[in-house]
């Protein structure tokens, strides 16, 4: 069965530091992988597509199919990184086209 | 297009009674979704539509729950005979047919059983 783990609900990292959110899946098949952010009283949003390989707003992730890992990383955290961040799994042709969400990490920088 | 619409954005019922709610995604998207989310959890797949065909249920979709699309459109999600349990915020998404896009998100219909 698929699964997406997020092993952290909550990391308050201080403005500046690197931070790093940690994400683990399991599928059999070839995932697509995904990461979702959430500010407060917004609506859930792309934030970027291992398939792209992109960096957005600082924040890159590699997908590790040797680990089966998918983490989310930047180098110098901002305030306005303060966030719920969910990891999602999405099979891909052969299996259907629904995602699957991590339970999520709630992201705090300290000022 | 402003994105992906929901209504209501708020709904109190009480328990027993039947609700309804709406989801106008972004037009040139085949794809619709329904999640379900509640307090502490990531969103929850419920269902999915390819255009106007509904290709995939949850078991999380008991009988009490269904969800159409007809002409591939909008989209509704009615709950009948409502319990506390299905307190949780609705969410709808669209994506395109092809390509590895993500999902765009409408805001959410949160509904309170009481």
């Known amino acids: 069965a698929q699964r997406v783990t997020q092993p952290e609900k909550l990391l308050s990292v201080f403005k500046g530091a690197p931070v790093e959110l940690k994400c683990n899946y399991s599928?059999?098949?070839?995932?697509?992988l995904f990461w979702y952010v959430q500010y407060s009283r917004q609506r859930l949003q792309l934030l970027l597509r291992?398939?792209s390989r992109e960096s957005i707003k600082g924040f890159t992730a590699d997908l590790n199919k040797g680990e089966t890992s998918f983490h989310l990383k930047k180098p110098f955290a901002q305030e306005e990184d303060s966030a719920m961040y969910y990891c999602?799994?999405?099979?891909?042709?052969?299996?259907?086209?629904?995602?699957?969400f991590g339970a999520g990490t709630r992201l705090f920088v300290k000022a | 297009d402003t994105g992906v619409s929901q209504n209501p954005r708020h709904k109190i019922t009480k328990r027993g009674q039947n609700v309804t709610f709406r989801c106008d995604p972004i037009?040139?998207?085949?794809?619709l979704y329904w999640y379900r989310q509640t307090l502490g959890q990531g969103p929850e797949f419920l269902t999915y539509f390819q255009n106007e065909a509904q290709l995939e249920k949850s078991r999380l979709l008991s009988d009490r729950f269904s969800a159409e699309r007809p002409k591939g459109s909008f989209s509704t999600l009615e709950i009948q005979r409502t319990e506390q349990g299905d307190s949780a915020m609705y969410l709808c998404?669209?994506?395109?047919?092809?390509?590895?896009?993500?999902?765009?998100f409408g805001s959410g219909t949160r509904l309170t059983v009481v």
């Open positions: 037009s040139e998207h085949n794809r």
């Open positions: 998404a669209s994506s395109p047919e092809t390509g590895s896009y993500g999902y765009t």
């Open positions: 599928y059999s098949g070839s995932p697509e």
């Open positions: 999602a799994l999405r099979r891909g042709n052969t299996g259907g086209f629904k995602t699957i």
């Open positions: 291992h398939i």
